[in-house]
Nanobody, 124 residues
């Protein structure tokens, strides 16, 4: 297994919370940055958040700042996306991806290893 594996998606009502997890495989140890992206039906894939392995720097899309928090557990090689105050507009398939080398990027094309995604549905 090379691709990271997402989990934690589900259905919630607006205002609710979910926590997504992304477990990177042993073969992706040493990744430089891990990012979360999302794609809603009929829309392009968008950047959501990213975190670096060593510097603990975090980056967020404007649409999720103040509501989503990205964090990591190095011992578990796992990154989390805590999503609070969810809105129907957050409904999408959420993907995590890793990039092995600097610089930090928020462009999906700069990430080489992708998970299969997990569905998040927020109802009004």
């Amino acid at each position: 297994q090379v691709q990271p594996v997402e989990s934690g998606g589900g259905s919630v009502q607006a205002g609710g919370s979910l926590r997504l997890s992304c477990a990177a495989s042993a073969r992706t140890l040493g990744w430089y940055v891990m990012g979360w992206f999302r794609q809603a039906p009929g829309k392009e894939r968008d950047f959501v958040a990213a975190i670096t392995w060593s510097g603990n720097n975090t980056y967020y899309a404007d649409s999720v700042k103040g509501r989503f928090t990205i964090s990591k557990d190095n011992a578990k090689n796992t990154v989390y996306l805590q999503m609070n105050s969810l809105e129907p507009e957050d409904t999408a398939v959420y993907y995590c991806a890793t990039r092995r080398t600097p610089p930090v990027s928020t462009r999906g094309g700069d990430f080489a290893s992708w998970g299969r995604g997990t569905q998040v549905t927020v109802s009004s």
